[in-house]
């Protein structure tokens, strides 16, 4: 090839490098250039905003911009996961979903006004948080053998607090009811935050919730903990036994929070944010905030959007017969 053809190959290698970086969303090379609104489908102090708060004030020093947190509730987290998919996609407004807005909802809600799968830009798994089978501090069972007899004998007077239908405390529930055969009086909140604070109270008498809520009303005695829904016992509770221990094998649920984006957010925006996600799961401080509080943190290989988009889909197909054939 002379001097000629190599001049004109090279024009052309360039002129199409320009070309595809010209094509690139246009996304300003130096984002987050403001604060970033993170939408929490809970009231504050639970376990979403807990998981969100903990992980996101990391990722702001990693960011140089504040992650401002925004409550909004209604609907097991439905009304604020519908608000964050209409949202612009411009990385400035994300949502920290779970296990009910971007799964269980999906049988529950017929008419839902969104699809976890194709209206959301997966960012990042935050944590795993295993559902514990919880009760006022007087609730008359002293194991999950007197609690399961309990409330099969008396189920009409039974009052089991979830965070509205969908939510993980909701699906949760719905499951646990199908195994033992029971149809508790559901009781609504904003939120696992103010239900615990009915548990605590006793106007409620127990509920299935993530465990970064239940640890320290567990630990200082204020609720009682009858087992947790994993295959292991969980370090910050270790005197609590698995389901499996306690005899009932067949409820097993860990739900988990996790950062989604709209649908159309820049894939750059989307690595900056999975990138500080990742960072902050792996300092030391955030990781035992996390931990302290029975968390299960992702490994690296679970971190990305792709092992995200990848459990949403896993989660919606194991929940909708669970939740379908439990509505009839
Ligand atoms: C919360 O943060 O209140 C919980 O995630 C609600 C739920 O899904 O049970």
Redesign the pocket.
């Known amino acids: 090839m002379n001097l000629l053809d190599r001049l004109l190959a090279a024009t052309r290698l360039a002129l199409v490098a320009i070309t595809v970086f010209a094509a690139a969303p246009a996304v300003a090379d130096n984002y987050p250039s403001r604060p970033i609104t993170v939408i929490v489908p809970?009231?504050a102090g639970?376990?979403?905003?807990v998981v969100a708060r903990i992980v996101t004030s990391h990722m702001a020093q990693t960011l140089g911009q504040k992650m401002v947190i925004e409550n909004i509730v209604g609907a097991g987290?439905t009304t604020a996961t519908t608000r964050a998919a209409r949202a612009a996609n411009d990385g400035y407004t994300l949502i920290v979903g779970?296990m009910?807005t971007h799964a269980a909802a999906v049988p529950l809600y017929s008419r839902l006004a969104y699809d976890p799968q194709t209206d959301f830009e997966p960012v990042g798994l935050l944590a795993g948080t295993p559902i514990m089978i919880l009760a006022r501090k007087d609730f008359p069972a002293k194991d999950l053998e007197q609690f399961i007899a309990y409330v099969q004998a008396n189920t009409e007077k039974l009052n089991a607090a979830?965070?509205g239908v969908g939510?993980?405390?909701?699906a949760s529930g719905e499951l646990l009811n199908s195994i033992l055969g029971i149809r508790p009086t559901g009781v609504p909140f904003n939120?696992?935050?103010p239900a615990m604070d009915a548990l605590v109270s006793g106007q409620v008498d127990y509920m299935c919730?993530?465990i970064v809520n239940a640890v320290p009303p567990v630990k200082n005695g204020s609720i009682k903990a009858y087992a947790i829904a994993t295959p292991q016992r969980n370090p910050s509770l270790p005197d609590v036994p698995t389901t499996a221990e306690a005899g009932l094998p067949a409820f097993q649920v860990q739900a988990w929070n996790a950062i989604f984006a709209p649908k159309g957010t820049a894939p750059a925006v989307i690595g900056t944010l999975n990138a500080a996600a990742s960072k902050a799961l792996d300092d030391d401080h955030v990781r035992k905030q996390l931990l302290d509080l029975g968390s299960v943190i992702p490994a690296r290989a679970e971190r990305s959007p792709e092992a995200l988009a990848g459990l949403v889909r896993s989660e919606i197909a194991r929940w909708t017969p669970v939740l379908t054939q439990n509505m009839h």
């Not at 639970?46 to 905003?49: K, R, V, Y």
């Not at 939510?167 to 909701?170: A, G, L, N, P």
């Open positions: 809970f009231a639970g376990p979403t905003d987290g779970h009910g979830h965070a939510s993980v405390s909701h939120g696992t935050g919730d993530q």
